[in-house]
Nanobody
Framework: QVQLAESGGGLVQPGGSLKLSCTASGSIFQIYDMGWYRQAPGEQRELVAVLSSGVSTNYADSVKGRFTISRDNARNTVTLQMSSLRPEDTAVYYC???????????????WGQGTQVTVSS
């Protein structure tokens, strides 16, 4: 069994900062991609930031320069540092991982349950 546990969501004022963390647990052989997606009400889920193979980072254009993704490989944890937050950043943020489970042959996608981020005055 693999689980992605998220933390750090909440309410923040415009211009403020917030940090999200996600830890993958279970019988994991290797994590290939790990990061964050978000979904606002009435909108499709979109990529926010993903660290792929531990070497490349993919950010949404709307968050470049404001959000920073980092990873602690020893703890299977990914962190999203969000700064200069705007009301349009309000969404449910979902942790994402593409990984290979121990003893398996196929890589699969896994999702956290989501954490609410609300940017409002």
């Amino acid at each position: 069994q693999v689980q992605l546990a998220e933390s750090g969501g909440g309410l923040v004022q415009p211009g403020g900062s917030l940090k999200l963390s996600c830890t993958a647990s279970g019988s994991i052989f290797q994590i290939y991609d790990m990061g964050w997606y978000r979904q606002a009400p009435g909108e499709q889920r979109e990529l926010v930031a993903v660290l792929s193979s531990g070497v490349s980072t993919n950010y949404a254009d709307s968050v470049k320069g404001r959000f920073t993704i980092s990873r602690d490989n020893a703890r299977n944890t990914v962190t999203l540092q969000m700064s200069s937050l705007r009301p349009e950043d309000t969404a449910v943020y979902y942790c994402y991982a593409n990984l290979l489970r121990s003893g398996r042959w196929q890589r699969d996608n896994y999702w956290g349950q989501g954490t609410q981020v609300t940017v409002s005055s």
